[in-house]
């Protein structure tokens, strides 16, 4: 079960009253309180916790409206499609679930944890398992379509574009399969685990490497288009890729902007510890965190800082957005909503783990 507590604002009229009379000002007023958009009280966040969890929580508050206890730890981040949340856990297996009510479709087990997450096209739901193979289940029952077998575990989520399935491995290298059957179309091995999920664009596919490399690979065939060295592994999450540009994070601190077809930096922005968040762009600012426990608001025109909010974790999640509000998970076991425009705490959910699992909204 969850703790919900709104953000409180603490009054400091009269040290604000001495502060501006000696400033020479003629007036105070109260700090404002940040409220949800009414229009997020009909909608749903869905989120996975180390305590075995799959919670839903309503958006405004992040009061509870179901929770479906697994048999282990749930890090890998639910997909939301057609009414159905499908998620994976450490206890082996992935469900199906009523996203209304948290009610079992069907659960298919795997060899091994799973921190993968599921993404879902036609009818099809790919995910990935510690037991080393990527597999293909039928929607409709989890029945198995087909299963391909790597060199070891499989905790990066695969994305699936244009009749290919796209995916990296522990093992170093990284798969673009047939859909349909799950045949290799090509690899390429890497000099470090491959944990992060790809972005795709039209003619390529990027990926970080724990060898510190982001690649650019041509999707026909795999060949590199270009590669970026970082001074740091960069081995978790997914990179974002908007309007020519691909953000990344590494553990390097940094958070580097760089061209999409030539791979050129833009700028990087530094933090203070490891950059494992993968990033979220809103308007003009792309929002992410850092293991210095901080979410940070930059701007992707130029990378300048806007603000950032201080949690009690790591963070390894992503920020989602809705409404003007970003919903951030954090290690400190606490799942954020903030306002996307000041940073300024709406509410936080307390679990009794971490919040590693990246949140869906319906």
Known sequence: MILIRASLSIPLLAILTTALAACGSGSTSAERKPTAPPELNQRTLYVGVQDNNLYALNAATGETRWHYETGGAVDSSPALVDGVVYVGSKDQSIYALEAASGKLFWKHETGDAVVSSPA??????????????????????????????????????????????????????????????????????????????????????????????????????????????????????????????????SFDHRLYALDAQTGAKRWDFETENEVHSAPTLTGDLVIFGSDDQYFYAVRASDGKQVWRFKTDGTIGTQPVVAAGVAFMGSDDGKLYAVEVATGAQIWQASFSRPVDSIAAIG
């Open 120 to 249: 879902v096209a036609q009818g099809i739901v790919y995910i990935g398992s510690d037991d080393q193979y990527i597999y293909a289940l039928r929607t409709s029952d989890g029945e198995q379509v087909w299963r391909y077998q790597t060199g070891a575990g499989v905790e990066a989520s695969p994305i699936v574009s244009n009749g290919a399935v796209y995916v990296g491995g522990i093992d170093t290298y990284f798969y673009a399969l047939n859909a349909a059957d799950g045949k290799l179309l090509w690899r390429v091995k890497t000099n470090g685990r491959v944990i992060m999920t790809a972005a795709v664009g039209p003619d390529l596919v990027y990926i970080g490497s724990e060898d510190g490399n982001v690649y650019a690979l041509k999707t026909a065939d795999g060949s590199v288009a270009w590669r970026f060295q970082t001074q740091g592994p960069i081995i978790y999450r997914k990179p974002l890729l908007a309007d020519g540009v691909l953000y990344i994070g």
